[in-house]
C-alpha cells in the first residue's frame, strides 16, 4: 500500500467546483471539499443527502455536469482509478467459489500461483472465511458476502477504499465484524472513505468526518470536534436525531 505522507503534498482526494443537477434540479453541489490525513472518513448524512453521488464522484463512476476530483493531484485517469477500490451495500460478487472470487481479482495482478495461493489463504483468514474456501460465493450469509466484497477489494491493493454503506442491511453482529476489518485496513495504511447514515457507526470509525444535507457538506472536521461541539444547529439536531429529510 503506498504511503500518502511521504507522496507529495497534496491532499488525496481533492473536490473543487462540483456540481450535479438533473431536470432543473441541483442534487450535489460540493464547492471545495480536501480530504487529507489518515481517515477514515466518515461521509455522514440523512437519505437523500448526496453521500452516494459524492462517493462515485470521487471514484469516477460518474461524471459530474461541472468541476474536477484529483486524487495525490491528478485527475481520475483510468491509472488513479485502478489504485481505488470500492465497495458497495450489496455484496458483487462473481458466480464461483470463495476462494475463486479472490483468485480472479489476484490473477488480474499477474501473480504466480504461488503467490495467489498464500495470498488467498491470508485474504481468507483476515475475513475469517478460511473454511469457506470452497463454498459458492452465492451461498454465503449477507455478512460473510460483504466480508469476501471488502476482501476482493482488498485484493487489488487499491490505495484508496471507498465503502458505501457496507453495513446497512447487516445484524449487530456482522456490522462489528465489518467495522473490525475496516479499521484495521486503515491502521495498516489504507485510506478509507466510507458512508453511512448511522450516527453510531460514524462515532465509532471515523477520525474524520464530511458531514452532508441537501448535496451539500455542510460541515468537516475532526470526529473527536464536531461530535463534542457541532458548530451548526442542524448537525446538533441530526446527532441527536431530530433531522428529518
Ligand atoms: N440518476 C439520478 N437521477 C435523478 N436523481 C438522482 C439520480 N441519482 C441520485 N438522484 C437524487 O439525488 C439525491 C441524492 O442521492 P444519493 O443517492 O446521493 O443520496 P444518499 O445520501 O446516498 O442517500 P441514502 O442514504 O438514501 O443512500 C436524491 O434525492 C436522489 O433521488
Ligand atoms: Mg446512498
Known amino acids: 500500500m503506498r504511503d500518502f505522507s511521504v507522496m507529495t503534498d497534496h491532499p488525496i ?7 450535479i443537477a438533473r431536470d432543473g434540479k441541483a442534487l450535489l453541489g460540493v464547492d471545495h471539499l480536501d480530504l487529507d490525513g489518515p481517515g477514515p472518513t466518515i461521509i455522514l448524512g440523512p437519505n437523500g443527502a448526496g453521500k452516494s453521488l459524492l462517493l462515485r464522484c470521487l471514484h ?6 461541472r468541476g474536477t476530483v484529483t486524487q495525490g493531484g491528478q485527475t481520475l485517469t483510468d491509472q488513479v482509478r485502478a489504485g481505488q477500490a470500492m465497495v458497495f451495500q450489496r455484496p458483487v460478487l462473481l458466480r464461483r467459489s470463495v476462494a475463486g472470487n479472490l483468485d ?3 490473477r488480474r495482478r499477474g501473480l504466480s500461483r504461488a503467490a495467489r495461493k498464500t495470498e488467498c489463504e491470508g485474504l481468507l483468514a483476515q475475513g475469517g472465511l478460511e473454511d469457506k474456501a470452497r463454498q459458492s460465493a452465492r451461498s454465503l ?7 469476501l466484497a471488502i476482501l476482493r477489494a482488498l485484493a487489488c491493493k487499491p490505495s484508496v477504499l471507498f465503502l458505501d454503506e457496507p453495513t446497512s442491511a447487516l445484524d449487530p453482529q456482522a456490522t462489528q465484524e465489518i467495522e473490525q476489518m475496516v479499521l484495521r485496513a486503515s491502521d495498516q495504511g489504507l485510506r ?22 441537501g448535496g451539500r457538506v455542510v460541515e468537516q472536521g475532526l ?15 441530526f446527532l441527536s436525531g431530530g433531522l428529518m429529510v
Not at 482526494?13 to 456540481?19: I, M, N, T, Y
Not at 450469509?141 to 466480508?147: I, K, L, M, V, Y
Not at 470526529?223 to 439536531?237: L, Y
Open 223 to 237: 470526529a473527536a470536534q464536531m461530535f463534542a461541539a457541532p458548530e451548526n444547529g442542524m448537525i446538533r439536531r
Open 104 to 106: 480472479f481479482v489476484l
Open 192 to 213: 478509507v472513505v466510507m458512508v453511512t447514515h448511522d450516527i453510531g457507526q460514524a462515532r465509532r470509525l471515523a477520525r474524520d468526518v464530511v458531514m452532508m444535507h
Open 13 to 19: 482526494l481533492s473536490v473543487r467546483g462540483l456540481s
Open 60 to 65: 469516477g463512476l460518474i461524471t459530474p455536469d
Open 141 to 147: 450469509s449477507g455478512g460473510e458476502a460483504q466480508r
